[in-house]
């Protein structure tokens, strides 16, 4: 699985990273002559669909301006920072929610009026190539079949999956009808819906000045029935490390972007025990946490290893890396260059003493 099949864990590609724009309105009068937040969109009907095969998108939505995937789920603070101002949605026939990514939408050439506008991402990938026709609907092209999944994703999934998880060889030069904002907002709120039988979003369930533990021990039972999993026990926490490193650098107005957190799995090969530790952000309904080399005695590029949690329904958390699995070797050790995976992807942890997650 992939963070396109695990959205709940955010298939998105958002960082909390960029210039400080969150006061000001677009600046591409091509897609929003007023200042105002503008949509783009599209509902492909059955016929359509029948004659274009390849096609897997049934709906897609652009949205130029302020984030419209943020709710009271795990949102940012009311006055989170982000430089993104393009947000692209689209449901695949027979999916039941939307898959969004977000970009930089900017002139190619700025010093050119009549330059193209290209949305990029982050890695130096691209969004969507824009362009508004002379009857006002936004020609979106350039869609990149992996826009979902992450850099590299072909050749960690095979080609079978990834033909499966990408969009379709007809899934690009889409002409998307000028509609309300609010249409736009409420596709991206189908991306998650909120569910009141979870409770509180983990960032009200957790406060910045407080320790937790989380975890799962896994009995021989289970273990028998999952040959492949190599976690015999998992632990999610926040101790006195963690607890003094947000207090000295961290700013609880945005609680929980900059939060840090241990992750010890113990695996049942001969019981090897690895933590790691991740600094985390709120995304959307999640947090999501990079591993981090700033409380460990190594200095290596691990930022795009990536853990999410989500709230549980009865006071659960989970946890996932639906990508690329919870790592269990040192991240910048010899053994983790190339391939770093376990077989173990998700977890459903439960809140435990805060003597249980004792270094």
Known sequence: MTLRTLAAFGAALFAFAGVARAEQPPNLPELSPTGADACFGRVYDAAHLKAHPQQKVARIFFFYGRDPVSRPNEEPAANQDTSYNGFLTTTVRGAKKPEWASGWCNKDDPSDEASGIRCGMECDRTLASLKVDDEGKLILSNVQPDVYLDAGAEEDLGKAKYDEQALGSEDDNFRLDPMPADACKAE???????????????????????????GRDYDDAHLKSHPDQVTQSIRVFRGSIELASFAQGGDAANWPDGADIAVSVTSRQKGAKLTQTYSCQGEADQWRCSASSKMSNFSCD?????????????????????????????????AAEGKTKSDDKVYRLEPMPQSACAP
Do not use: H, T, W
């Not at 189908?190 to 533990?213: E, H, S, T």
């Not at 549980?312 to 010899?334: E, F, T």
């Open 188 to 214: 991206f709120a189908r991306i998650d819906p909120i569910d009141p039988a979870l409770g509180d979003p983990l960032r009200v369930r957790l406060k910045p000045d407080q320790p937790f533990c989380y």
């Open 302 to 334: 691990i930022s795009q290893k990536e853990i999410f949690l989500k709230r549980g329904a009865n006071g659960m958390m989970m946890l996932a890396n639906p990508n690329n699995a919870v790592a269990i070797v040192d991240l910048c050790s010899k």
